[in-house]
């Protein structure tokens, strides 16, 4: 029996107006390299780094959410490592007093989450320098651009608890949620703006009463040799690099070999994993307190006291899931649906509040929302909660609701209002498209007589007793009104008049 492990190590930049030390605008949307710089993110001599309160903040309150312990006393420290990106030599961390310890998400123990900052972005660029083919000056070369040193960042560190690819995914997708959700970081993966590392690792899981068994408390004893994988750069690439990772070292030890400790990438042609280096060891970078920035008694700041940081926070994802659950008795795939992004969460609960919170039209309303619009949207190619009214959508399905429209009818109206910006009445745009279902009993009258005075024969078998030949009658109605007659009101019609 071989038993996978796994830990994540998860960045994510912050949204804040400054960096993390200095006065350069934290703008992460900036295009033109090395204009958000100045002495002190260039590690000019004789510059002081200044810490920055909303970054703490912003830590304070994730770990808050995430149910960690908020540290009385924190510091920052010195990492130290040579590296183009990293100008001082050294990137500010924490290391044995980090702001928050402990917390959990979706059962999943954290081990901390700590303040850092980013390092500059390099960038290879392709070609061979000096060829007298190529123009531009910096084919070949390496390039730095500056304006993301000393950005601040996140960094969150799970405890090697995951048992296996699709809990790391789910844990992920929810931290991103999470972050969004406070407004402590746009954390978009493709941008870089959330940066995930997956430790991996297999055990083939011991017999009870082995001699060499030790102490059955200590965790990391039963864990397999742990094998880092960087550059994921979706949540899909980590669920897939996790699983490659797992089969190749239980393969590995089938066959008798041995895991090494080493930082692997993932290759996403390929779809396999590829070993990049040995990983080094926390002793050679030299951690030690930065004598540059004073301690954090955080417990001293009244805006960071817990119950003040605890007021300030919005709804978190699980409790909102637990308000669909308790208040609209939603099913649970639903609830993922419409509480899945931050757009489509704010768009549901205001259609919910257009529709009073009635229960029954609030579920109506997800259900549209799951199928006909996602699958409107998903042929668009994109989301456009923001452009449609929920007003209008919550008259939608009144209408429905009232049988004014048929599910058909309100498939296309749905598609009508979307495609006209989203801001139109729909029993407008249903009437101007001959979308509304007709109950006026004479309009009805008119086109069950002419049906039954063409269908004879099925009009006699159904009095021979024949059911389904009722139901072709109605069918032929429903055509006859082009899909705008009421069915069940056709239905009444019909028997009564055949009799
Ligand atoms: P390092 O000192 O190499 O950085 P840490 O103990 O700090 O290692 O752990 C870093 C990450 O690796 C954490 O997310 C942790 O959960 C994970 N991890 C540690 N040991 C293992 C293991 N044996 N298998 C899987 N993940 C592990
Ligand atoms: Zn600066
Ligand atoms: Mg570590």
Not at 102 to 110: A, Q, T
Not at 224 to 252: C, M, P, Y
Not at 458 to 465: F, I, K, P, Q
Request: charged share 30%; hydrophobic share 35%.
């Amino acid at each position: 029996m071989y038993r996978p492990t796994i830990g994540l190590e998860i960045h994510a930049e912050l949204k804040t107006r400054t960096k993390m030390f200095c006065s350069c605008a934290n703008d992460p949307d900036e295009t033109r390299p090395n204009v958000n710089i100045c002495p002190i993110c260039l590690a000019h001599p004789g510059t002081l780094p200044v810490a920055n309160r909303e970054a703490v903040r912003h830590i304070l309150r994730v770990g808050t959410a995430l149910g960690g312990a908020l540290a009385d006393y924190s510091e920052f420290d010195r990492k130290s490592y040579f590296y183009p990106d990293i100008p001082k030599g050294y990137q500010i961390s924490q290391y044995a007093n980090p702001l928050v310890v402990g917390g959990s998400l979706v059962g999943v123990e954290l081990t901390r989450v700590h303040l850092e900052e980013d390092t500059a972005r390099s960038i290879h660029v392709a070609g061979e320098a000096g060829d007298p083919e190529r123009s531009e000056r910096t084919a070949g070369r390496s390039l730095v651009d500056f304006n993301r040193a000393g950005i601040p960042l996140m960094e969150l560190v799970t405890e090697p608890v995951i048992p296996d690819a699709s809990t790391a995914g789910r844990f992920a997708r929810e931290l991103q949620l999470l972050l969004r959700t406070l407004g402590a970081s746009e954390a978009n993966l493709e941008k870089g703006e959330m940066r995930i590392e997956a430790n991996v690792s297999v055990a083939k899981s011991q017999e009870p009463n082995l001699k060499n068994q030790t102490s059955t408390n200590d965790q990391n004893s039963k864990l397999g040799t742990k094998v880092e994988i960087k550059n994921l750069n979706s949540f899909r690439s980590v669920e897939r690099a996790i699983d490659f990772e797992i089969k190749r070292q239980t393969k590995l030890l089938q066959e008798g070999g041995k895991v090494v400790q080493e930082t692997r990438g993932w290759n996403e042609e390929k779809q396999e994993t590829f070993h990049q280096r040995f990983k080094e060891g926390s002793a050679d970078y030299r951690y030690f307190p930065e004598p540059d920035l004073p301690k954090l008694l955080i417990s001293e700041i009244p805006e960071f006291g817990t119950e003040a940081i605890r007021a300030s926070l919005p709804e978190l994802p699980w409790l909102r899931r637990e308000r669909y659950a308790r208040d609209y008795a939603l099913k649970e795939n639903d609830i993922a649906y419409v509480s899945g992004t931050l757009e489509r969460a704010a768009f549901f609960d205001a259609v919910a509040a257009a529709l009073s919170n009635d229960s029954d039209n609030v579920r109506l309303a997800a259900n549209y929302i799951v199928s006909d619009l996602a699958g409107i949207y998903a042929k668009k190619g994109n989301e456009d909660y923001e452009s449609l009214d929920p007003n209008a959508f919550a008259k939608l399905i009144k209408l429905v609701k009232a049988q004014s429209l048929s599910s058909r009818g309100a498939k296309d109206t749905l598609a009508l209002l979307v495609e006209g910006g989203g801001n139109e009445d729909p029993e407008i745009i249903a009437k101007e498209h001959d979308l509304i279902q007709v109950h006026d009993a004479t309009a009805l009258g008119a086109i069950v007589d002419s049906v039954i005075a063409r269908e004879q024969k099925a009009v006699e078998e159904y009095r021979g007793g024949k059911q389904a030949s009722l139901q072709y009658l109605v069918g032929q109605a429903m055509r006859e009104s082009r899909g705008a007659g009421n069915p069940q009101e056709l239905q009444k019609l019909l028997r009564e008049r055949i009799g």
